[in-house]
């Protein structure tokens, strides 16, 4: 590979096509289904689809076939199909629905607006992860264009994933045929320690979402006559919480809902606190004098990324501050977001999580615990030397700087499924969403340079890839 070709043509490609394209994709108020009931009356995935589809086709990528594929009563998937020196095949994945657009933008940014400042594209979408289909499409041509070899290349970029992924597994079914047995996956959904490297994620935690209802009374009452007399729902709220959580720590308690962490990810939480620790606590808005759980870099990527966490992400039953009287409200709803270590198992934690929470209410009230989605975790298999090499030669010669690895706190559900159907498969899990790019939040953007060299980088481990089948290099993982 001529890495100077490889920058130039990446650097034109992006400039000339894919950020006006990207850009046009941000202004779509494309919701996941679970934000937008009504997607698919409003038209604006399709629109989406369009967009990248029609972007996609105007490549002239030698031997490309795209379909715009849509099961009845399904979220749409865009299918892309490269053939290759290879019989071997790359699977690609990128999602392309949106997160809703939240408040709190800063002047002169909006989620549907899209913004290029200080070298990064404002707009919801941008890195999360509307970057990711051109990204994988313009790493294939990068390699055409130097004539240079690379395996079967599927890219699949799907409509549901903030919801889920739930219509995934139909479409995966329906291509299996198609996909046959993946020796390499590359997704490009996730997040990175800084802007200065390659990141790999290791690791992706599981996930509970539930509601957790108390109920006393059948109708509020005055509060001067009631209290002292009957029990408060969101007193009881409070104590079965503690059940869950240590509220001094933060530190969850069951035991049931931990698991073991392996040596190498301990080593690896070290490895990248010494790389990026300072930068930890700047990551987030902290407000005023509020200071972290801890000042331990290792310990707060290890609690991110391994430890069980709850948060709580909405309440019902609580009436609005200049609408609430003296009354004793009869029922206090919240719902909680249950992060799960990487490989325990999701199902098990809901029972165990419904199980503390509903035995032996206090005061005999109605309490009920309603599971609304679990999703599994992910840990990633042994990297194969090849890969191994691949992602340090990459990551030094078009980021300058050796990569890192790092485990994610969130879920792609996509991640757990691909390892369950394709357990011999190598994966390449990367993003660009790094300190401050805010998804899901106000002011979501992509930096630029990032999505840039870490296009380079995957046309570099997908040549190198070729390269390993050829040489006899590329087996199967020892899990």
């Known amino acids: 590979m001529d890495t100077i070709l490889t920058r130039r043509f990446i ?9 006006p394209t990207l850009s046009a994709y941000i202004s779509i108020p494309n919701q996941s289904p679970a934000y937008d009931p009504e997607w698919e009356l409003n038209g604006h995935t399709a629109r989406a689809v369009d967009v990248i589809a029609r ?33 071997d095949t790359v699977l ?3 999602h392309l629905d949106k997160q809703p657009p939240m408040e709190g933008w800063s002047e002169g940014l909006g989620p549907w607006t899209p913004t290029i400042k200080d070298g990064r594209l404002y707009g919801r979408g941008a890195g999360d992860d509307g970057y990711a289909a051109f990204a994988a499409v313009t790493a294939i041509a990068a390699l055409q264009r130097q004539d240079l070899p ?16 739930g219509d995934l597994p139909y479409y995966i079914d329906l291509l299996k045929g198609r996909l046959g047995s993946p020796s390499l996956v590359i997704c490009l959904d996730s997040g990175c320690g800084d802007y200065q490297r390659l990141w790999v994620t290791t690791s992706l935690r599981g996930l509970v979402n539930a509601t957790l209802t108390v109920r006393t009374l059948a109708t509020g009452v005055h509060s001067g006559g009631a209290s002292g007399i009957v029990p408060s729902s969101f007193r009881i709220l409070r104590q079965l919480l503690s059940r869950l959580e240590d509220e001094r720590t933060g530190a969850v308690v069951p035991a049931e809902l931990y698991a073991e962490i392996p040596v190498e990810r301990v080593q690896q939480a070290g490895a990248t606190a010494a790389l990026i620790g300072a930068a930890l606590r700047d990551t987030f808005p902290f407000y005023g004098e509020t200071r972290p759980v801890t000042d331990d870099p290792r310990e707060m990527l290890l609690n991110h990324t ?17 609408k609430a009287g003296n009354v004793m409200r009869p ?8 992060r799960l270590p990487p490989t325990l198992n999701a199902k098990t934690a809901a ?19 309603s599971v609304e989605e679990s999703a599994l975790g992910w840990d990633a298999p042994p990297f194969e030397p090849w890969l191994q090499q691949a992602a340090q030669e990459a990551s030094l010669e078009f980021f300058g700087q050796a990569p ?40 979501e953007f992509l930096d630029i340079h990032t999505a840039k060299c870490l296009t380079a980088c995957i046309a570099h481990v997908l040549h190198a890839q070729y390269q390993s089948i050829r040489a006899g290099a590329v087996g199967v993982s020892s899990r």
């Open 11 to 19: 650097e034109d490609r992006w400039t000339a096509t894919v950020l």
């Open 55 to 87: 972007w996609i086709e105007a490549q002239e990528i030698r031997g490309l076939r795209l379909e715009s594929m849509q099961i009845a009563g399904r979220t749409p998937l865009i299918c892309v199909e490269v053939t290759g020196q290879s019989s």
């Open 92 to 94: 690609l994945y990128g």
């Open 150 to 165: 690379h395996a079967r290349c599927i890219l699949l970029i799907e409509a549901c994933e903030e919801s889920g992924s």
């Open 306 to 322: 391994w430890r069980p966490q709850l948060e709580i992400t909405g309440a019902a039953g609580l009436p609005p501050l200049e």
């Open 331 to 338: 029922v206090t709803t919240v719902k909680l977001s249950l």
């Open 351 to 369: 029972a165990c999580l419904k199980e503390i929470l509903q035995r032996e209410p206090p005061y005999g009230a109605a309490v009920t615990v």
């Open 404 to 443: 890192g690895y790092l485990g994610e706190g969130g879920t792609i559900p996509f991640m757990a499924l691909l390892g369950e159907k394709f357990p011999q498969a190598q994966f390449l899990i990367t993003g660009v969403l790094g300190p401050h790019s805010n998804a899901h939040g106000p002011n």
